[in-house]
């Protein structure tokens, strides 16, 4: 094809018609709504991800279709890039707009001028592989994107259900394979057993450890983690809970680590069956963020988030990366949001240097290959650890000195493999914590005990125009509406350890307000009167006055 298959685009995208009165958009997290009223944007998802891939001359590009920890009827489609990386952000406009053409003429001409653009050589091949998770709309769109895929003529490959991670890693050893870069064998089955296998060699000698309580919020992950657990034997037994895919509503209600985070409890059906100082962990609904938690001796909820899990790997890595006697060539260093607790940057800076970014994924990532070990954790509990090129080589041909050298470089090299670098694995960051605390020999409480988290707390505020509030600093201080910002600084001062941010969210038509301080009933008096000012100061709507805690 050295020209667009126009009549064939035409007769396709005909079938598939945008509605009338929607504005789609490209966001944090690829489109993201109602199932109900993805069909067109599927379909023009499919051809975009074809140009995609004829514009890194043929590299398998991914498309994950999932709405993650939405509620079931929400579905949504992103694009992963070739190194299993999300979308290049440059294109997240072209999705937008192809997205948005109201016609099947419009929407040709859009076609027309991403070609253009982006000097797209039509010669080249379109390979394109898709997955999807356990929602109901999930079939539908897949055929929606598939009708899409045809029309631009790629080559195919359908993974079915799995989760995000795992269409992540497809797509870096299909475009790895038979390279000296494989990143592994290019099926499901090769991501499980390059996974079990490294964890195996972690522990190999260790005390086995006690069965985990595994919350799958009713989804994908809990078809992942049962094929998992059947490689790993009762080198990490599991409890499975919440694994109802097929219940109609299930999927991510009243469970998953969204409602564990946002809520700050047990998912109700964990309630009577976890013991005291038991461990247990929630997946959310595409299997990408990870909460872990247990019950204190007296039953009460401890929780620990993506902070707690990035201090528990950072310092294992930092302390392995001095033990092979690397730390001079190998920088570790940690990149967290401004949601992160005001005490983990503390402990943590104390051992490495530690980065603050705007919240999503792409933020976090792009900021941790800048070092030779990049960890990053949202404290939503997204998160992974990248190692840089050079850094692979280096532990490959490095010569260890002492026996205790080489055993601490053995242990990088496999956490290499047992670590899933393309994205925040729920499943890879759990094994991953699993070692660390069968290493040291922690119980959750004693993990929980490397610091005390500050008191905390998220308030939305509905308001008439969430664009009018713009960020800098990471952030962490609003420069529009004018004015509002000094508001909040005088307001936090007079809180002990207060520290208060405003942000618009990249979700949901809402302000989103965050507020720390010493103890409990300051940082929500904070919260709600930083909630109250944003309120003012924006014309807020008459229902959105902030008296609902999030
Ligand atoms: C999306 C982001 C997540 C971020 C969240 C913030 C990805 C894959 N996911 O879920 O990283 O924490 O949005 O939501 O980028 P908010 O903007 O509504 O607060
Ligand atoms: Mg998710």
């Known amino acids: 094809m050295s020209q667009l298959p126009s009549s064939q685009l035409r007769a396709y995208a005909d079938a598939h018609p945008k509605p009338p009165n929607i504005e789609y958009q490209y966001g944090t997290a690829g489109f993201r709504t109602l199932g109900s009223v993805l069909d067109s944007v599927l379909f023009r998802v499919g051809v975009l991800a074809g140009l995609r891939s004829k514009r890194l001359e043929g590299r398998t590009v991914g498309v994950m279709v999932t709405a993650s920890h939405n509620p079931e009827q929400d579905n949504g489609v992103k694009l992963v890039d070739p190194r299993g990386e999300m979308l290049e952000a440059s294109w997240e406009q072209y999705a937008t707009f192809l997205a948005n053409a109201p016609t099947t003429d419009a929407f040709l001409d859009v076609v027309d001028a991403?070609?253009?653009?982006?000097?797209?050589?039509?010669?080249?091949?379109?390979?394109?592989?898709?997955?999807?998770?356990?929602?109901?709309?999930?079939?539908?769109?897949?055929?929606?994107?598939?009708?899409?895929?045809?029309?631009?003529?790629?080559?195919?490959?359908?993974?079915?259900?799995?989760?995000?991670?795992?269409?992540?890693?497809?797509?870096?050893?299909?475009?790895?394979?038979?390279?000296?870069?494989?990143?592994?064998?290019?099926?499901?089955?090769?991501?499980?057993?390059?996974?079990?296998?490294?964890?195996?060699?972690?522990?190999?000698?260790?005390?086995?450890?006690?069965?985990?309580?595994?919350d799958c919020a009713n989804g994908v992950g809990a078809l992942a983690a049962e094929k998992i657990s059947q490689h790993l034997g009762d080198s990490l037994p599991m409890i499975l809970e919440n694994t109802a895919t097929t219940t109609k509503g299930a999927l991510n209600y009243q469970c998953g680590a969204d409602f564990v985070k946002t809520g700050q409890k047990l998912p109700p059906s964990l309630a009577d069956k976890l013991k005291p100082g038991q461990r247990a962990c929630s997946f959310d609904g595409d299997a990408d963020r990870l909460m872990y938690y247990y019950l204190d001796e007296r039953g009460h909820f401890q929780m620990l988030d993506g902070d707690k899990i990035a201090a528990l790997v950072a310092s294992f890595i930092v302390d392995l990366v001095r033990l092979a006697g690397l730390e001079k060539e190998v920088k570790v260093g940690l990149i967290q949001t401004a949601y992160a607790n005001g005490a983990s940057t503390k402990y943590l800076s104390d051992r490495l240097p530690v980065k603050c970014v705007s919240t999503g994924v792409k933020h976090l990532h792009h900021a941790a290959e800048h070092y030779q070990i990049g960890v990053y954790f949202e404290a939503n509990?997204?998160?992974?650890?990248?190692?840089?090129?050079?850094?692979?080589?280096?532990?490959?041909?490095?010569?260890?000195?002492?026996?205790?050298?080489?055993?601490?470089?053995?242990?990088?090299?496999?956490?290499?493999?047992?670590?899933?670098?393309?994205?925040?694995?729920?499943?890879?960051?759990?094994?991953?914590?699993?070692?660390?605390?069968?290493?040291?020999?922690?119980?959750?409480a004693e993990w929980n005990s490397l610091y005390t988290d500050l008191p905390n707390r998220l308030v939305k505020v509905v308001v008439a125009d969430r664009n009018a509030f713009k960020t800098e600093d990471a952030e962490r201080r609003l420069v529009s509406p004018a004015g509002l910002q000094q508001k909040i600084d005088e307001l936090v001062r007079k809180f002990e350890g207060g520290r208060s941010f405003v942000r618009p969210s990249g979700t949901e038509d809402v302000v989103r307000v965050y507020a720390e301080a010493a103890i409990r009933a300051q940082a929500d008096e904070l919260a709600y009167r930083v909630g109250g000012l944003v309120y003012d100061e924006a014309g807020g709507d008459p229902k959105g006055r902030p008296k609902e805690f999030v």
Do not use: C, W
Request: hydrophobic share 35%; proline share 4%.
């Open 114 to 214: 991403v070609v253009k653009n982006t000097k797209i050589d039509l010669s080249r091949p379109a390979r394109v592989v898709y997955g999807r998770d356990t929602r109901p709309s999930g079939a539908e769109l897949v055929s929606a994107l598939e009708d899409g895929l045809k029309a631009i003529g790629a080559e195919t490959r359908n993974a079915g259900i799995t989760t995000t991670p795992i269409l992540h890693y497809l797509v870096r050893a299909i475009n790895t394979k038979g390279t000296a870069e494989s990143y592994g064998e290019d099926s499901e089955e090769g991501y499980y057993l390059k996974l079990s296998g490294a964890f195996k060699k972690l522990i190999a000698g260790k005390t086995k450890p006690e069965p985990i309580v595994i």
């Open 381 to 444: 509990g997204h998160g992974t650890i990248l190692f840089s090129r050079e850094t692979l080589e280096k532990l490959s041909t490095h010569e260890p000195n002492t026996p205790a050298q080489s055993t601490a470089l053995n242990h990088l090299v496999n956490l290499t493999h047992l670590i899933n670098q393309t994205v925040g694995d729920a499943i890879s960051d759990m094994l991953l914590v699993e070692v660390v605390l069968t290493h040291k020999s922690y119980s959750g």
